[in-house]
């Protein structure tokens, strides 16, 4: 067997290592997006296969007899080019996906990046004046919830709130973004697993009323969200997007492992 991970994820990592303590041929894929990524146990590669062919490509030039899809279950591109190079191919194709966590009906779920920040646009934190720009804007919002917005859906997805000149945001991301950003924005570098005590003060000091988050599941970013309710902060959560159709899924690294002796 030669199993191919398209990883980047703790799951994808901790898949990599079972395989490679029982000797079995794994090679890691990561899309290149992080700077100083996370590496795997066995062989990796890094960056992208040009595409569903160049994909079905590399499946055939190795001799993949397996895939696991393990990505982010936000990149959607990888998950459909892997779905058709599989297809193509014959190469039996697994998704191993987190499960997301589970939905509060305090919070507003849209169904993508840009539904979300036609919400921000509309929500009426803005009412408070810009002249709280500055470095006295926490002790004048620290009372949260504020009327700032917590943007934490990745440096990919700036775009989608440039054009807001209204609102005052924090941006969180793990490597600086390369595109447009909100224009009343204060950026935060910051890689997880984050503490309930560490996001409540991150909120009060940033006087936020408002978090945008991606239902990316998990316990590494899962504080935000209990220091949201705990602080009162509205949340808008971004629903993830659609596997292909026929996916085989799993949510744990012993159900994956055992797919590949069973396959």
């Known amino acids: 067997m030669r199993i191919l991970i398209l990883g980047g994820t703790g799951e994808a990592r901790a898949l990599a290592a079972r395989l490679a303590a029982e000797d079995t041929d794994v090679i890691s894929s990561l899309a290149g997006r992080v700077r100083q990524p ?3 146990e066995g062989r990796v590669r890094i960056g992208g296969f040009g595409g569903a062919a160049g994909l079905a490509a590399f499946l055939k030039e190795e001799g993949i007899t397996h895939v696991v899809d393990a990505t982010h279950p936000f990149a959607g591109t990888i998950s459909a080019n892997a779905a ?27 169904a993508d990046i840009y539904e979300a920040a036609a919400v921000v646009r509309d929500w009426p934190g803005a009412a408070v004046p810009a002249v709280l720009d500055g470095p006295g804007v926490a002790a004048a919002v620290r009372g949260s919830p504020g009327e700032a917005v917590f943007l934490t859906t990745g440096r990919r997805d700036l775009a989608a709130f440039a054009g807001d000149r209204e609102h005052r945001f924090l941006v969180r991301t793990v490597d600086p973004p390369e595109g447009s950003m909100p224009p009343r924005a204060t950026l935060i570098l910051d890689r997880g697993p984050y503490t309930v005590a560490g996001e409540t003060r991150l909120m009060r000091d940033h006087g936020i009323g408002l978090l945008v988050t991606k239902n990316s599941g998990g316990p590494m970013t899962a504080a935000k969200l209990e220091a949201a309710r705990n602080l009162g902060v509205h949340v808008v959560m971004v629903q993830r997007p659609p596997l292909p159709p026929g996916s085989v899924t799993v949510p744990t690294v012993a159900e994956a492992i055992h797919w590949i002796g069973g396959s």
């Open 84 to 110: 058709r190079a599989a297809g193509e191919t014959g190469v039996p194709r697994l998704v191993l996906r987190r499960p997301g966590w589970d939905p509060d009906p305090s919070w507003n779920s849209v």
């Open 38 to 40: 996370r590496l795997p």
